[in-house]
């Protein structure tokens, strides 16, 4: 795991040095700078997993440096935590629309930081528990064991939801007369003896839903679905903040997310935005800067770009021209 530390101060710098070398993973190397730029230039040079970044240091400030590097990297998928002591809320506000994961107040406790860099890292190691992971001493081993649980779990979705498809079909193929299946047949195979349609297929339903402990894949999407209605106009809005929110890592909501949908989330997430804007243009004399605001977008470059992108338009010219009424 790769964490830049970007702070002006030496003391900040070697406290977190001693954190660091109090944490007991055998798999994270940092790398410290000292000016806006320095955390500007070393992020679009290199990709890091975590960046704890003071927003006041010579030069452009923390938040600065990293709307330009957000700005400059379309799949940015670093952790952005902002360390400061300075409590005034616009450092908060302007944190928040950046998509900032944490504001963390100096002086700056190791429990804090510690826990930042657990919940990090075991995104890194889905379906291993941390402690099983440095364990093995071989990160690209841990990783692929992690990968090979994922597979399996993946797997395991995709059997139930054949299975669930052959056992609606079997119900619906037994019709109104329903016809069980031949009870020495169902009792080798099933390992149980159900004599009647009603309690072989009483059986086979409850074995499906617990086995997958009721989180069946697309009432899961549908959660997601909703989720991204009803907060899509939040600039912080990600897969992890809903993963968070219904309970489930963020690796699996995403697989499940593209399995059903046949699109990723951020697309998905994209489009629902584009679409929210070129209504509120062709319905509204809203101001474009205000628009942007309405469908998830802090800066109003940004958005104009990403509704080029997706539209071949500026919002103006779209306004002017396709989505003229």
């Known amino acids: 795991m790769k964490i830049l530390i970007a702070d002006d101060e030496m003391g900040v710098k070697t406290l977190f040095k001693h954190f660091m070398e109090q944490y007991p993973s055998p798999y994270t190397e940092y790398k410290m700078v000292s000016t806006g730029e320095e955390l500007r230039n ?22 600065e440096a990293i709307y330009e590097i957000k700005n400059a990297s379309e799949n940015d998928t670093t952790s952005y935590y902002i360390i400061s002591g300075y409590e005034e809320f616009e ?15 100096k002086p700056v406790r190791y429990s ?33 064991l992690s990968q090979v649980i994922q597979d399996l779990a993946a797997s395991y979705i995709e059997t139930y939801k054949s299975f669930y498809s052959s056992l609606t ?11 069980p299946i031949e009870v020495g047949y169902f009792k080798r195979w099933f390992d149980t003896e159900c004599d009647t349609f009603d309690k072989q297929y009483k059986f086979l339903e409850e074995a499906t839903l617990s086995s997958t402990d009721g989180s069946y894949s697309k009432e899961l999407m549908l959660k997601i679905v909703s989720q991204i209605d009803a907060n899509y106009r939040n600039p912080s809005l990600g897969l992890d903040m809903i993963a968070d929110q219904l309970g489930y890592s963020t690796q699996y909501l995403s697989m499940i997310f593209s399995k059903e949908t046949g699109t990723p989330f951020s ?14 243009l062709s319905t509204t004399k809203m101001k474009i800067k205000d628009i942007a605001g309405m469908c998830g977008y802090s800066y109003t470059s940004y ?3 990403v509704f080029r992108k997706e539209t071949g338009y500026s919002p103006a010219e779209w306004r002017d021209g396709p989505g003229k009424q």
């Open 42 to 63: 070393t992020c679009l040079q290199e990709t890091f997993d975590i960046v704890f970044s003071d927003i006041k240091m010579p030069g452009l400030t923390g938040l």
């Open 91 to 105: 450092f908060a506000q302007q944190a928040i629309r950046l998509g900032i994961k944490d504001y963390i107040l």
């Open 112 to 144: 804090v930081v510690e826990g930042i860099l657990r919940n990090e890292e075991g995104k890194l190691f889905l379906g291993l528990s941390l402690e099983d992971a440095w364990a093995m001493h071989d990160k690209e081993a841990a990783l692929r």
């Open 169 to 179: 079909g079997w119900r619906d193929m037994a019709g109104a007369g329903k016809i």
């Open 267 to 280: 697309l998905y997430l994209t489009k629902k935005r584009i679409e929210n804007a070129k209504h509120l």
């Open 303 to 305: 958005f104009i770009k």
